[in-house]
């Protein structure tokens, strides 16, 4: 059994890939902010009859990330996956971004990605094992308007993953990058009616994507049928960029 880490797992995309890699019994771990984390991890462990595991952590801070990777070696005695998927928007324009919207999005988007995935790759060395999965976004290849804050995080966790994958390759460890298009989350939900068919109309397949569309690449790169593919990025965005 593998044990899985999920940033940003308690809701959304991330809870959805948690549930995925949960019914394929690999114990799992939530990091999150939210205070719906113990039920979420109480209602997979539930479902699937996984060891699953909550742990209120900022991934922006180095110090919370260490300290709650000492917490899953005493709790779990490894790590073999880690998908860092937790991310932030604080969209607008450059002219009239404040510095710390700038830094924020960097620090939970960027820094957050190399402090999760700096934390666990010890172990996964010395396990000569391991699958790190970061989630990242069309827009960290296309750009968007008045996201430069937000593309710029996405750009340099397609980078950082390339970088890394060539780094541990030789331990076993597949170092990938998924690039999400317009899924359905609870931010898209909110938009109205007009903004989802501008979207829509966009994408070849003529409908947005649904979390279970990134779950499902989660857990095939998460694989063994994976095992020599690294240092790549799938964009998962019904045919939006070609």
């Known amino acids: 059994m593998k044990v899985?880490?999920?940033?940003?797992?308690?809701?959304?995309?991330?809870?959805?890939i948690a549930v995925k890699l949960a019914s394929l019994k690999n114990s799992i771990i939530l990091w999150d902010i939210i205070e719906k984390g113990e039920e979420a991890a109480k209602n997979i462990s539930e479902s699937f009859g996984v060891k699953t595991k909550y742990y209120k952590v900022d991934v922006s801070s180095y110090d919370e990330v260490k300290e709650a990777t000492r917490k899953v070696l005493d709790d779990f005695g490894k790590t073999d996956i880690i998908v860092n998927n937790a991310g932030i928007?604080?969209?607008?324009?450059?002219?009239?971004?404040?510095?710390?919207?700038?830094?924020?999005?960097?620090?939970?988007?960027?820094?957050?990605?190399?402090?999760?995935?700096?934390?666990?790759?010890?172990?996964?060395v010395s396990n000569k094992w391991g699958r790190i999965i970061n989630i990242s976004s069309v827009v960290g290849i296309t750009g968007n308007f008045g996201q430069s804050n937000y593309a710029a995080s996405k750009a340099g966790i397609i980078g950082f993953t390339k970088s890394i994958a060539k780094e541990v390759a030789k331990r076993n460890i597949t170092v990938n990058a998924i690039a999400p298009g317009f899924i359905e989350t609870e931010m898209t939900v909110s938009l109205s009616g007009e903004v989802k068919e501008a979207y829509t109309k966009q994408i070849p397949i003529q409908r947005m994507g649904k979390p279970i569309d990134i779950a499902n690449m989660v857990a095939f790169l998460s694989s063994e049928e994976a095992s020599y593919i690294t240092g790549q990025v799938f964009n998962v965005d019904g045919g939006l960029v070609m």
């Open 89 to 124: 928007t604080r969209d607008g324009l450059l002219l009239r971004m404040k510095p710390q919207e700038w830094q924020s999005v960097i620090n939970v988007n960027l820094n957050g990605c190399f402090n999760c995935t700096k934390a666990v790759l010890k172990t996964m």
């Open 4 to 16: 899985a880490i999920i940033t940003g797992g308690a809701r959304g995309i991330g809870k959805e």
